[in-house]
């Protein structure tokens, strides 16, 4: 099987089949850099660096662009509220979000670009909007003539063009043809930032932007363009639009990840409800929380709670045991050795990181048997195994990344690979039905100062206060 990928502009799975064989080249949809990230904002960010590892895990070379928005109505409105600089806002932001995708272990990008450090590619691309009939300029504004692609508009987001609202991208549609068009470029107005054109000074609009640095990059056709499920309409749609508009093919496969909510709200800093990367970070290790990201289907909508988020850390202590353990036995591991059948399959049908994670407890399983037995060879076997399948998801708790990433990190790991060990033998224990090992596991724990408690799903545990 090769690697198969949701389409969202087709609504169904498709053979991914790069335009150039051996490389591939995605779009990632960055932040707006107006506020720091809450974990919603980094969902996305660790589902596509999951794909960018395993295309590069199938032999892809990847080009990985993943943008920065630093101009934006948002940007602006907080600039005025603190009395500070619009780019003080903007790179402030921007740091937090680089210390957030950095802090969970995903990969740096291919390249990184700034919205505002693209202007005249802005620029190039409305000339050519507007030479095409596709675009027209009002007062220092620049419009896109959603008329004028009426047979193709909502291709993407299967939006009829009569359902369609007002772009309300503007404080007034009076000068555009149809308020359903949407700004190019906004003319400049007292105390904003401003760049010259040959419509007069302004500033760029959001969904041109994209436009610009994604084939400025990648070039006028590329592979895959990516974001969050709430992009789709209108900004997908409308980079979409402009983007063939003007000539170009753009890209081939869209992807969009399932939002993350709390008590079935869109998680958001206006709703309130908004769980900041450093706060939760005094709840998980890094790597706990890039568990609970990554274990749910990249499509699915994940709906926070504390619970859920101690049950996925729990589900990756069984697995850092597994391998802290056997790492005492086997020092050299072989990276090259293949990778599970099931695991490659579960990855190349649509990332399923579900049934890949399942592959990953059943091979730490039949290690810990091993483990047990003394069995060296088939420990060695199954930790090459285990550590390849988890460095795919970027989940390897003796890579760089991970080893010693943070202050007290090593003894905390410690802690949980053991705590985690005596977990397993419990279980083991019920299963078979010895009630009094198990009971007497418990109790070593609680004299530890280690409570555990049985839920539906499993054992969890906690220090006591």
Known sequence: MSLHLYDTSARAIREFVPIETG?????????????????????????????????TRSGYEVTFCRNVTDIDDKIIRVAAGEGVPWFAVAERNQRAFTWAYQVLGCLPPTVEPRATGHVPEM????????????????NGDVYFDVMSYADRYGSLSRQLLENVRAAGDTDSDSGKRDPRDFALWKAAKPGEPTWETPWGPGRPGWHLECSAMATKYLGPTFDIHGGG???????????????????????????????????????SKSQGNSLLIPEMLKKVRPVELRYYLVAPHYRSMIDYSDEALQEAALGYRRIEGFVTRAAEVI?????????????VDALDDDLGVPQALAVVHEVVREGNVALAQGNKEQVARLLAETQNMLDVLGLDPRSEQWRGAESGAGLRGVVDALVAVALEQRQAARERKDYAAADA????LASAGIVVEDTPQGSRWELAH
């Open 23 to 55: 490389r591939a080249s995605i779009y990632l949809c960055g932040a707006t850099v107006q506020a720091p990230p809450h974990i919603g904002h980094i969902r996305s960010g660790i589902n596509f660096d999951v794909l960018r590892r395993w295309l």
């Open 441 to 444: 596991i418990r109790d070593r």
């Open 123 to 138: 620029i190039e691309l409305m000339k050519r909007l507007i030479a095409r009939g596709h675009a027209y300029a009002v």
């Open 229 to 267: 499920l709430d992009l789709i309409f209108p900004h997908h749609e409308n980079e979409l639009t402009q983007s063939q508009a003007a000539g170009d093919g753009f890209a081939r496969y869209w992807m969009h990840n399932g939002l993350l909510t709390m008590g079935g709200e869109k998680m």
């Open 331 to 343: 020092h050299d591991v072989d990276a090259h050795a293949p990778l599970p059948q099931a695991f």
